[in-house]
């Protein structure tokens, strides 16, 4: 087996927030095929008793512990350099060490970075010769910091305005480098290809995918609402576009459901939750679970998954996860991008507080049952074992039925 070297900016386990889980199952694909070197960083200390379960099945890995407090700390001088703070916050020396030593080392001749920062540390060449360098860029990363201005007042406006100027630059230099540049949708590959234009014919996408059998309806769990009829949001909730998408739920949408609906909750199932979140329990019909040891219950008992965010890059696996439990999901058109499904047929798409409250009224007056088509939908499109497929061909591995990236 060929050594590969693979780089990704966040430990790839546990796969329970989005970027995670596409790491994780990209790391697992490129073990079946390759000897895989590799490098992550692990900005959260609870994540660090994972490292020897993933290193057991690495040819050499390297963790280092990332304080996201420092590294913001340590990103700052980047503003007078004209560089992205977000290149700036993942640059460490000890990871920038252990990737010249595992190249002069052994004989790696393909590398994969996950994300835009981890292209930083690949050179052009080894030792031994050329490295093919291949980025997974998985969303167009400077468009979210642009979306995040657009919606912000200065200076954070201006402050956020420069990161997505500076980042688009370090995206388009780096997919210039690059043999290969990788997105999560077709719609975020088109989107880079606008943004990029130079480096249009070597960019592709492969999609991500459900375990749909982990996924799947789940009608012998224990209910954890009892038996309350129940709104759920499910997401890492130290995220501000999910920490926005349930303020906005809670303020502006469920006063209104209550007066119809007054036994109707709205749970918010994540990790992490802030001050912010966390205040919003003390609302009526609202309740904050925090961590959970199983999504499952909580997507399977509720009446509807609602996915009501304003910012959204790439794949909301959030969605994804709700449509494969067989549920009807509510969501903006932001929060659908990038996925196959066709509203009002395998879910509905909702802009506005108002179309929020007419599409969930209507839900829980007559149900539509689109759950079914939303599961179907999951089984067709998002199989992690196809879709990674066209990263295969990338890679140049040989499987009968893989397929090209455009």
């Not at 960083?41 to 490292?51: S, T």
């Amino acid at each position: 087996m060929r050594d590969l070297l693979y780089l990704t900016h966040r430990i790839p386990f546990p796969p329970n927030k989005g970027d995670k889980i596409r790491a994780y199952h990209v790391l697992r694909y490129l073990q079946r095929h390759f000897r895989v070197h590799l490098g992550s960083f692990i900005d959260d200390a609870a994540d660090q008793v994972h490292a020897a379960h993933l290193a057991a099945d690495c040819a050499s890995s390297c963790f280092v512990r990332l304080h996201p407090r420092v590294a913001r700390l340590a990103s700052l001088p980047a503003l007078w350099r004209g560089e992205a703070l977000s290149i700036a916050y993942y640059r460490h020396p000890a990871l920038r060490d252990w990737v010249g030593g595992t190249l002069s080392r052994h004989r790696i001749d393909i590398a994969m970075a996950f994300s835009g920062p981890m292209a930083q540390y690949l050179p052009a060449r080894t030792p031994r010769g050329p490295l093919h360098r291949v980025l997974d860029l998985v969303d167009v990363d400077s468009e979210k910091w642009q979306n995040y201005a657009d919606q912000r007042r200065w200076p954070l406006a201006a402050l956020y305005r420069r990161e997505g100027r500076s980042l688009l630059e370090f995206e388009r230099a780096a997919a210039r480098a690059f043999d290969q540049v990788l997105l999560v949708s077709r719609a975020e590959a088109a989107l880079f290809r606008l943004r990029a234009p130079e480096s249009a014919h070597k960019t592709g996408y492969f999609n991500n995918g459900v375990d749909s059998s982990y996924f799947s309806p789940q009608p012998a769990c224990p209910d954890p609402y009892g038996q309350a009829r129940v709104l759920v949001f499910t997401g890492a909730m130290d995220y501000p576009p999910n920490v926005e998408a349930v303020i906005w739920m809670a303020e502006r949408v469920m006063p209104v459901l209550l007066q119809e609906f007054p036994d109707l909750q709205f749970h918010i199932v994540g990790s992490r939750p802030g001050p912010a979140v966390q205040a919003l329990a003390r609302q009526p019909g609202i309740h904050v679970s925090g961590t959970v040891p199983d999504i499952r219950p909580y997507l399977h008992h509720a009446a509807l998954a609602v996915a009501p965010l304003q910012i959204a890059r790439g794949i909301q696996n959030k969605v994804l996860e709700a449509m494969a439990m067989g549920k009807t999901v509510i969501a903006t058109p932001q929060a659908l991008e990038g996925i196959s499904a066709v509203p009002g047929r395998d879910l509905i798409s909702a802009t506005g507080a108002a179309e929020f409250i007419h599409h969930i009224g209507k839900q829980l007056r007559n149900p539509d049952g689109l759950g079914a088509e939303a599961r179907q939908r999951v089984l067709n499109d998002y199989q992690w074992g196809k879709n990674l497929q066209r990263l295969g061909v990338v890679l140049g591995v040989s499987e009968s039925q893989a397929e090209p990236a455009p």
